[in-house]
Nanobody, 124 residues
Framework: QVHLVESGGGLVQAGGSLRLSCQAS????????MGWFRQAPGKEREFVTT????????YYADSVKGRFTISRDNAKKMVYLQMNSLKPEDTAVYYC?????????????????WGQGTQVTISS
């Protein structure tokens, strides 16, 4: 398993940007598929984006495509989520997650390691 700690959340106005970071610990970080999920109050946790172990392949939910960018630095054991053109509906707790294997459309149940989450609030 890998231990994950998110940071970078906050309150911004609609149209603004935020960059979330996820610090991982564990010797095998570079072999994990990493992802970001989010959960708004009263809603289920939903997929946002994933990135392959090499960083060469990324996948996004339609709701964030073209606005969010995931990246990773295996040497630093970091994963980032750059969020631009933020909307009030992006308001949620954002979670970093890791899995050694991923097949098909990402689901929360595919990921065995989770961070504690970071709150992102977008004001209109």
């Amino acid at each position: 398993q890998v231990h994950l700690v998110e940071s970078g959340g906050g309150l911004v106005q609609a149209g603004g940007s935020l960059r979330l970071s996820c610090q991982a610990s564990g010797r095998t970080f570079s072999s994990y598929v990493m992802g970001w999920f989010r959960q708004a109050p009263g809603k289920e946790r939903e997929f946002v984006t994933t990135i392959s172990w090499s960083g060469g392949s990324t996948y996004y939910a339609d709701s964030v495509k073209g606005r969010f960018t995931i990246s990773r630095d295996n040497a630093k054991k970091m994963v980032y989520l750059q969020m631009n053109s933020l909307k009030p509906e992006d308001t949620a707790v954002y979670y970093c997650a890791a899995t050694p294997h991923l097949i098909g459309t990402p689901k929360a149940s595919d990921f065995g390691s989770w961070g504690q989450g970071t709150q992102v609030t977008i004001s209109s």
